[in-house]
């Protein structure tokens, strides 16, 4: 801010290169760890649900401005609900889906409601078998909990993403 008083100013981005970060001495995942008490309530109604337990998260905040190069629609997932033996659980925020986008998904489960912050999202996370999401803050905390994550990223991604690999030396799982 004007009149600040400040020694330095680095970008965040270029935090690794300043202090010295390749990909053979990123600190290893996990590096976070949900709270047990939250994780408890998580786990007493994840278990209910059948088969492997897989969250969502498809679309990014709209005002992002690459938003439209990594977020998909719901539809473009509904094919995914033909799936047997999974249940999917919305890991994403501020869920606008109306009743009659869901209806006659019996795997499809939406208590994002629920998830007021990253400590709900982090519990719920740790009691899923696979996270599947797009460029959003959900990948980035389910790789920091060292959660098994696919995370769909864009044709031409960012860089931190590296190139010509199958998964990331940020988040190894």
Not at 134 to 153: E, P, R
Request: some cysteine; charged content about 20%.
């Amino acid at each position: 801010p004007p009149g600040s008083q400040f020694d330095a100013h680095f970008p965040l981005m270029s935090l690794p290169w300043l202090f010295g970060i390749v990909p053979e001495t990123i600190p290893p995942a996990p590096y976070l760890k949900a709270a047990e008490k939250d994780r408890k309530h998580w786990l007493s109604r994840v278990s209910t649900l059948k088969g492997k337990k897989v969250g969502l998260s498809w679309a990014g905040n709209p005002l992002h401005k690459q938003d439209r190069q990594r977020s998909v629609s719901f539809q473009h997932m509904k094919s995914l609900f033909r799936l047997k033996n999974i249940s999917f659980v919305s890991l994403q925020k501020a869920n606008t889906l109306s009743k009659e986008e869901t209806v006659g998904l019996d795997n499809f489960h939406d208590w994002s409601a629920e998830l007021h912050d990253f400590a709900d999202t982090a519990a719920l996370i740790s009691c899923l078998d696979l996270v599947i999401s797009v460029d959003t803050a959900v990948a980035h905390l389910s790789g920091a909990l060292g959660q098994k994550t696919w995370t769909l990223i864009p044709f031409i991604p960012e860089w931190r993403w590296l190139r010509d690999t199958e998964n990331s030396p940020w988040y190894p799982s």
